[in-house]
């Protein structure tokens, strides 16, 4: 295949002004203007930026500063938000140590990571196969589809506003007939993540419209519609969506998705008070957990948290502790900040519960920090924010 090789050191500690740099020149490259283009069109909006000054830059030899950095932002289409998670990933991730020369190769090797687990470092393969530059039909397919993976493994972090802005590239390339319905599934479900949940339907009955009879993919359509309508609040929706799961997910073998939507159905449930609802999906998590354990070892947190909130339904605090601290446990061991952040908020709820003041803190100390390299919107993701913003967190704790 024709690419161009990738070489990288992961262990070289690249400093920010080279980052940005490199982000700065690869949008510039996207959009297909040269230094004397970007030079007018800034000085068209009344920042000029001298020619040799950009290509400094770009370099990394010189700090473009803030007002300087808005401008060829503005010109290049892309948020200082999204900047700093493309940044960041490249931080999380790392790079490519060995010399990559093919596209496939990249792209078994991300995939081989990401069964395995390794998760930053298939993120690390999918972006040096982002940044090549497909020469025909076959390396044009690899390369969505390496984006869908990335969309997949950002979100899995966390970085919803990376993963959204990845999944609006590709709608836009537009994608290939045979991923168009993956990545409107996609867009709608990190829209819905990020809030948005009326652009999440509406993005999945386009989806709809597209996916194939008897497509995997069709199932996995009500899961996301139940999502939107649990952040949109409309119960009865929610509701009735999810009976259709619940029943769909007796005869389908595919826990990695069922697994978790029941999990959170768990926690939408607790939330209308509603323990009877609770249990019933409490019960479906632990009939896919006793089938397809070795299969959802990354989800082995979401286990013990949905026992723990059973636990705290029986008034049994203590036992609920116990499952939150196990809980916390797994999420470390698979290091998402996502998962931890919500252990660290159901071990603060808990130790309240159980008047320990101190230990509450601590906990809501930990989830505090953890919430804010995060973007997915959640009620416990929204309360922390709230409290973020506050002035003095022993008053938030305590009167919690």
Same mark, same amino acid.
């Given at each position: 295949?024709?690419?161009?090789r @990738?070489k990288?050191?992961?262990?070289e500690?690249?400093a920010?002004?080279?980052? $940005?740099?490199?982000?700065?020149?690869?949008?510039r /490259?996207?959009?297909?203007?040269s230094? =004397?283009?970007?030079?007018?069109?800034?000085?068209?909006?009344? +920042?000029?930026?001298?020619?040799?000054?950009?290509?400094?830059?770009?370099?990394?030899?010189?700090?473009p500063? $803030?007002?300087?950095?808005r401008?060829l932002l503005? @010109? *290049?289409?892309v948020?200082?938000?999204?900047?700093?998670?493309?940044?960041?990933?490249?931080? %999380?991730?790392?790079?490519?140590?060995?010399?990559?020369?093919?596209l496939?190769?990249l792209f078994?090797?991300?995939?081989?990571?990401?069964e395995?687990?390794?998760t930053? =470092?298939?993120l690390a393969? !999918?972006?040096? !196969?982002?940044?090549?530059?497909?020469?025909?039909?076959?390396?044009r397919r690899?390369?969505?589809?390496?984006l869908?993976g990335?969309?997949?493994?950002?979100?899995?972090?966390?970085?919803e506003?990376?993963?959204?802005e990845?999944?609006?590239r &590709?709608?836009?390339?537009?994608?290939?007939e045979?991923y168009? +319905?993956?990545v409107?599934?996609? +867009?709608?479900?990190?829209?819905?993540d990020?809030?948005?949940?009326?652009?999440?339907?509406?993005l999945?009955? =386009? #989806?709809?419209?597209v996916? /194939?009879?008897g497509?995997? &993919?069709v199932?996995?359509?009500d899961?996301?519609?139940?999502?939107?309508?649990?952040?949109?609040?409309? $119960?009865?929706?929610?509701?009735? $969506?999810?009976?259709?799961?619940?029943?769909?997910? !007796?005869?389908?073998?595919?826990? *990695?998705?069922?697994?978790p939507?029941?999990?959170?159905?768990?926690?939408?449930?607790?939330?209308?008070? #509603?323990?009877?609802?609770?249990?019933? *999906?409490?019960?479906?998590?632990?009939r896919?957990?006793?089938?397809?354990?070795?299969?959802i070892?990354?989800l082995?947190?979401?286990?013990h948290r949905?026992r723990? %909130?059973? +636990?705290?339904?029986?008034?049994?605090?203590?036992?609920?502790l116990?499952?939150?601290? %196990?809980? !916390?446990a797994?999420?470390?061991?698979i290091?998402?900040?996502?998962?931890?952040?919500?252990?660290?908020h159901?071990?603060?709820? @808990?130790?309240?519960?159980?008047?320990?003041?101190?230990?509450?803190?601590?906990? %809501?100390r930990?989830?505090?920090?953890? @919430?804010?390299?995060?973007?997915?919107? *959640?009620?416990?993701?929204d309360?922390?924010?709230?409290?973020?913003?506050?002035?003095g967190?022993?008053?938030?704790s305590l009167?919690?």
């Open positions: 295949m024709n690419a161009r @990738v990288s050191d992961n262990t500690k690249r920010p002004l080279a980052s $940005v740099g490199r982000f700065l020149r690869k949008q /490259q996207a959009m297909g203007y230094l =004397r283009q970007v030079e007018r069109l800034a000085e068209e909006q009344g +920042a000029p930026i001298p020619f040799a000054t950009l290509s400094r830059i770009e370099k990394g030899k010189v700090d500063g $803030v007002g300087r950095l401008v503005d @010109v *290049y289409g948020s200082p938000r999204v900047m700093g998670e493309i940044l960041e990933l490249e931080r %999380l991730a790392g790079s490519v140590t060995e010399d990559v020369t093919d496939e190769e078994d090797r991300a995939k081989a990571c990401a395995r687990g390794e930053r =470092r298939a393969y !999918l972006r040096a !196969l982002m940044e090549m530059h497909p020469s025909s039909h076959s390396e690899l390369r969505q589809c390496a869908i990335m969309v997949n493994l950002s979100c899995t972090l966390g970085k506003v990376l993963a959204k990845v999944v609006d &590709l709608l836009l390339e537009p994608p290939l045979e168009r +319905a993956i409107l599934w996609w +867009a709608a479900l990190v829209h819905t990020l809030g948005a949940a009326d652009v999440g339907l509406g999945l009955a =386009r #989806c709809e419209e996916v /194939q009879p497509d995997s &993919l199932p996995h359509i899961i996301a519609r139940s999502r939107a309508y649990i952040v949109l609040e409309e $119960v009865d929706k929610a509701r009735a $969506v999810a009976k259709r799961v619940l029943e769909k997910s !007796l005869e389908a073998e595919e826990p *990695y998705i069922y697994f939507f029941f999990g959170a159905l768990v926690d939408f449930e607790m939330r209308h008070q #509603c323990g009877e609802a609770a249990g019933r *999906y409490y019960e479906e998590m632990e896919i957990f006793e089938l397809h354990a070795d299969d070892q990354r082995v947190w979401r286990w949905a723990g %909130l059973m +636990a705290t339904l029986r008034g049994d605090h203590r036992g609920a116990r499952e939150f601290q %196990l809980a !916390l797994h999420a470390i061991e290091d998402s900040s996502f998962a931890r952040v919500f252990c660290h159901a071990l603060w709820k @808990v130790s309240l519960a159980l008047g320990d003041k101190e230990s509450a803190d601590i906990e %809501l930990s989830a505090l920090r953890y @919430v804010r390299t995060v973007d997915s919107k *959640y009620p416990e993701f309360e922390l924010r709230k409290i973020g913003e506050m002035d967190l022993g008053r938030a009167s919690a």
